[in-house]
């Protein structure tokens, strides 16, 4: 996973990801989640700039909540599976989450998330 990891945070303070690592440059975004056999369902990968993910050469199923520049949700797209490619206008930035967590966090469009450092 990316470098230096943070946790994501609702609005009402609810954990959304408590481990969130950050992919904000080319080799960090082109790697994404490729490789790996799982994602852990306390982990997540937020990529920015963005607007689209695929799941090509991924092995498992993931959720993508697309947000805006202020981590704003403008859509969801549950159980993406491998070759998939999925986007949202507006969405500036991409969090891929385990298969079933925005549903089982309360993720919804129009939430406002946050990140905090030093997880």
């Known amino acids: 996973m990316a470098a230096a990891s943070r946790t994501l945070l609702g609005s009402d303070g609810r954990v959304v990801c408590e481990r969130c690592a950050v992919a904000d440059s080319f080799v ?8 790996r056999r799982e994602l852990p369902r306390d982990e997540g990968l ?3 700039p963005s607007s689209s993910i695929h ?6 199923p993931i959720d993508a909540v697309f947000l805006d520049r202020d981590l704003g949700v403008v859509g969801v797209a ?9 986007w949202r206008k507006g969405a ?3 969090l891929e989450l385990a298969a079933g967590e925005a549903a089982a966090r309360g993720i919804d469009v129009g939430d ?3 990140l905090e450092e030093g997880a």
């Open 55 to 60: 799941t090509w050469f991924m092995r498992f």
């Open 112 to 114: 406002r998330l946050r």
């Open 78 to 86: 549950a159980d993406v599976h491998p070759w998939r490619f999925a």
């Open 28 to 35: 960090t975004r082109l790697r994404g989640l490729l490789g």
């Open 46 to 48: 937020l990529i920015s």
């Open 92 to 94: 500036r930035q991409v």
